[in-house]
């Protein structure tokens, strides 16, 4: 039932930006796009989410294509506490979310 | 502002024995939502309340799970009797509940309790 589709896994050199595609080619008009990660034995963190413009906040940056069927979530100086797994998200289906399974983004020294 | 309260933090039993979790969401936050989560999977929905009404609990196996938020506060995740496959991680989860589509909601999310059934 996953409605996104993002790589299975992504290296990025410390202190580089990091980019995280992701593809959503059936998302309906009021939909938006959510940006979740996950370290390692913690709960999902909220990282940012859109509808058609792009975001910007502490954390990160999310570029939405014009036809809104894909995003990109960047991390401008990606740090070893970045190395998380990265969760595309679009959404408000009745309220659910449909995770899949995500980007593992490893920040390398 | 305290975050989603989940406890306990990890739960060791053996299948056929009884297991509760429990969850308080961020205060005002209406919608209170349980995930469950496979190793190497995405969270996955379970139930969905708003308020004290569970509005979405099409993915809840309730031959051995229920669950309920009295109050419309905090909640109670149970399992009776647990069996091996329901080793996970079981996430909660809370957003405001207001104006959802228009605005965007955003869901936050406890640390999770992982069990396992052995």
């Known amino acids: 039932d996953a409605k996104t589709t993002q790589p299975t896994s992504m290296d990025c050199a410390e202190g580089r930006a990091a980019n995280l595609p992701c593809n959503h080619s059936t998302i309906s008009g009021n939909e938006y796009v959510y940006w979740y990660r996950q370290i390692h034995s913690q709960g999902p963190q909220y990282i940012i989410h859109g509808l058609k413009n792009n975001e910007t906040n502490e954390m990160a940056s999310l570029i939405i294509t014009e036809d809104r069927k894909s995003s990109t979530l960047i991390l401008p100086h990606a740090t070893l506490r970045d190395t998380a797994v990265y969760y595309c998200i679009v959404g408000y289906t009745g309220n659910q979310f449909y995770f899949g399974t995500g980007t593992s983004l490893t920040v390398i020294p | 502002e305290a975050g989603v309260v989940q406890s306990p933090r990890y739960k060791i039993i053996e299948k056929k024995q009884p297991v509760a979790f429990w969850c308080n969401p961020i205060?005002?936050?209406?919608?209170l939502y349980w995930y469950r989560q496979n190793l190497g999977q995405g969270p996955e929905l379970l139930i969905r309340y708003e308020n004290e009404e569970a509005v979405d609990d099409s993915q809840l196996p309730k031959d051995r799970f229920s669950a309920e938020r009295l109050k419309g506060v905090d909640s109670t995740l149970k399992i009776q009797p647990a069996e091996l496959g329901d080793s996970a991680v079981y996430l909660c989860?809370?957003?405001?509940?207001?104006?959802?589509?228009?605005?965007?909601?955003?869901?936050?999310f406890g640390p999770g309790t992982r069990l396992l059934v052995l």
């Open positions: 989860a809370s957003s405001r509940g207001q104006l959802v589509e228009l605005l965007g909601e955003t869901q936050y």
């Open positions: 205060s005002g936050h209406n919608t």
